[in-house]
């Protein structure tokens, strides 16, 4: 079985993994009883060694003194912190010097916490656990994001548009929220819950999706559940960029005034991240060719915009996107697709 592991791509840890540093072993000895039982630990008794050793085994945190022959912890963590394989490691100073000025000058250094000796073994504790907490929960945040974009791109291979559509789109709706000044938390979760706005065009048998002539009644009657469909795959969380990922699958081909689909909402019954990738979506659909069509040039797709405002757009969305031209065009000509990525059209 070890066998096997060791073969694995992927390389598997087990319990956490902390760099301690101190030149004096006694030090050493305390966080290591302190920590031994739930984490694996590794020594430095010098800045240089602790640098080589954080480069190669790149510890889950690194418990760092201060006053050190040779290199000092402030200069070591300066170039953990240069260095691209080392710099995202939490580093914790522990130092006899309790000043205010000392720990406002580690905490300049980039650490998450200063810990003053002599310390308690709980307290070294209680502040690993802490911070490694945060860490787990970052990379937990991390493959969120990562699981949103891989969906949003697979629903793009059933679709007649490449993933730089989703990245413009979804950039598009970051530069609408931030013009209207919603707070820039929003905004980056709008960026990065709208690449899955088409994700229930998965459900929709290809026969429908793909079908180059006009759709009939019933076929428009399947299509236009697949938002519903989106919603339901992307399902309820505690995420809130999922939720928000959800809402808009669902409500994103609704219409202001209220003859859009799956439920015919009306004004501000559409949630408002709905409203804003509805705009950034279909100015996106007509500024950028497809097998059944050429782009439109901008002015056009900005006087259809307006004509719709009231309509089919929230009417107060449309000026800031338009007043935003400048940027929205910097995104354009970034992840402009080239017309041989181009797929087979398909409906929606």
């Known amino acids: 079985m070890n066998n096997l592991i060791q073969q694995l791509s992927v390389k598997i840890r087990n319990e956490p993994c902390i760099l301690a540093v101190d030149d004096e072993k006694e030090n050493l000895h305390l966080l290591a009883s302190a920590l031994q039982d739930d984490y694996r ?65 580690g905490f300049e250094h980039n650490a998450v916490d200063y810990i003053t000796k002599p310390f308690h073994p709980d307290i070294v504790r209680a502040r690993v656990k802490n911070h490694l907490s945060l860490v787990s929960a970052e990379e937990l945040n991390e493959i969120c994001l990562a699981v949103i974009h891989c969906l949003g791109h697979a629903a793009e291979y059933r679709d007649n548009e490449t993933g730089r559509h989703v990245i413009r789109m979804a950039k598009y709706s970051e530069t609408l929220a931030k013009a209207i000044g919603l707070p820039e938390k929003i905004c980056s979760m709008i960026c990065q819950a709208a690449p899955m706005h088409d994700i229930g065009k998965i459900g929709i048998p290809d026969h429908i999706l793909r079908k180059p002539g006009k759709l009939d009644a ?88 307006r004509s719709q405002s009231g309509q089919h757009f929230d009417p107060g969305l449309i000026d800031p996107f338009v007043d935003n031209m400048d940027s929205i065009l910097d995104i354009r000509q970034q992840w402009l697709e080239e017309d041989s990525e181009l797929k087979q059209p398909v409906n929606g």
Do not use: C
């Not at 402030?74 to 522990?94: C, D, G, M, Q, W």
């Not at 559409?270 to 497809?290: G, N, S, Y």
């Open 41 to 105: 630990i590794v020594f430095s008794r010098d800045g240089d060694n602790a640098i080589e050793l954080a480069t190669r085994l790149t510890p889950d945190l690194i418990l760092l003194d201060i006053m050190m022959p040779g290199k000092d912890g402030y200069e070591v963590a300066e170039i953990l912190k240069s260095k691209a394989e080392t710099a995202a490691i939490p580093i914790i100073f522990i130092s006899a010097i309790s000043s205010v000025e000392e720990q406002t000058l």
């Open 218 to 305: 019933e076929e428009w009657a399947l299509m236009h559940q697949h938002p519903r469909i989106g919603y339901e795959i992307i399902g309820a969380h505690h995420s809130p960029i999922l939720n928000m990922a959800a809402m808009i699958a669902y409500t994103h081909h609704e219409k202001w005034d209220g003859s859009g689909y799956p439920r015919g909402l009306k004004g501000t019954e559409i949630p408002l991240e709905a409203r804003i990738v509805a705009i950034a979506d279909v100015f996106d659909a007509l500024t950028t060719a497809r097998p059944y069509k050429s782009a439109w040039e901008i002015d056009r797709a900005i006087e259809f915009l």
